[in-house]
């Protein structure tokens, strides 16, 4: 070990809770874990150790999502200067919007984690349970897919609810089927519509309250017959409003980029929800019947949160699907169910999030079908190798 950390190493052993505290096991496994892999292994059975456990896996994507959570923090401020120009501020730098955003993310992170870690804590503590990992990648994409406007309050019940309701009833980490964040951003979706959704939520107007700036996107432009104001470029860019991180597809794709050569994401998900959006985009250009269908396929990429949605939503190992064919037509079905909700039904212009939910539905039939028709196929095949050998 590095001498470095052997203070941290020795500080951790010195506090060991025990006795009385020994009930703070849960708790302090893990902050333990969290600073030092683990030096346990399994008492039998074949097994494979390895450094890249949970917790790393995790803290890979916390990094992916990086550039998005840095591009989406200045963008903040950008679309706050360029609705708002103030004198001492009419071309504003570049930090001095990335400040602004900063400063308007950091409650709501901090709002993310302490009440979905409090609850994560405190699940653990009562099943006596080590804390699951899950949530240190949920609590950084709940306030990232979510309007900068959104009142705190609203965003602590939301997360309780996706921790609670989404996660911890159904076993916590790894047991749940639906992705806890899109739980969160559902539930005010449809508990707090007007807060979510609208010109009315996307551009802050000032630091610390909730007052909002009218700015459309260019989905809700064209679920009102208008084509989209913005460039190629700015939706490319991500210099549009939107939810705080999502706007960026450069900055998405420099996170798909590391989840790739990590191995961390599945490029078989990505690739096709891309293919779906892409090939159902295709479809209605040959229908053409409004404005909406005859938008070039690849728009649907830059708008809303298609690509941010199949990098780092579709492709949630825990409620994807499992095997490697049942993955194209999970992926698939996504990014086609995203464009046509887009596309015919005004009330949702986003389409994404239940695209992605009813998908996490239906992930478990498509991996047994998969599966059973290996096995059907794996029997056939036997049966035939029998007949032969008898002869």
Known sequence: MNGKLKWLASWFEKHQPKGRWSWLGSTYEAFH?????????????????????????????????????????WNIGYQHYLATPEPLTSNPSPFTCFWFGFLRMLPMLAVSYIVGLGIEFTF??????????????????????????????????????????????????????????????????????????????????????????????????????????????????????GSTCETSVIAILLG?????????????????????GGLMGLLFNTIGANTYMQLPFYYHYLMGG????????????????????????????????AVMLRVLNPAYPEGMMLSILLMNCFAPLIDHCVVARNIKRRQKRALIKSKVTAR
Do not use: C
């Open 33 to 73: 874990t969290f600073a030092f892999t683990p030096n346990r292994v399994t008492s039998r059975g074949s097994h494979v150790r390895d450094a890249v456990d949970l917790k790393r896996a995790m803290i890979t994507v916390v990094i992916a999502l990086m550039p998005a959570m840095i591009f989406g923090m």
């Open 124 to 241: 653990a503590q009562i099943r006596h349970h080590q804390v699951n990992e899950g949530f240190l990648v949920t609590g950084f994409l709940i306030p990232m897919i979510m309007p900068v406007t959104t009142p705190l309050w609203q965003l602590a019940l939301a997360t309780a609810f996706a921790v609670i309701i989404g996660k911890e009833v159904f076993g916590g980490t790894g047991m749940n089927f639906l992705n806890p964040a899109l739980v969160a951003r559902a539930f005010l979706f449809f508990s707090y519509p007007t807060r979510m959704s609208g010109d009315n939520v996307w551009i802050a107007a000032d630091l610390w309250g909730t007052d909002a700036i009218a700015g459309a996107t260019p989905l809700a432009e064209l679920a009102a017959g208008m084509q989209p104001s913005a460039s190629v470029l700015d939706m490319l860019i991500g210099t549009i409003p």
């Open 256 to 276: 798909a980029i590391i989840l790739l050569v990590t191995g961390i994401a599945s490029w078989r998900i990505m690739l096709s929800v891309i293919l779906g």
């Open 306 to 337: 298609f690509m941010f949605g199949a990098v780092f939503m579709a492709t949630d190992p825990v409620t994807a699907a499992q095997t490697n064919i049942g993955k194209w037509i999970y992926g698939f079905l996504i990014g086609a169910f």
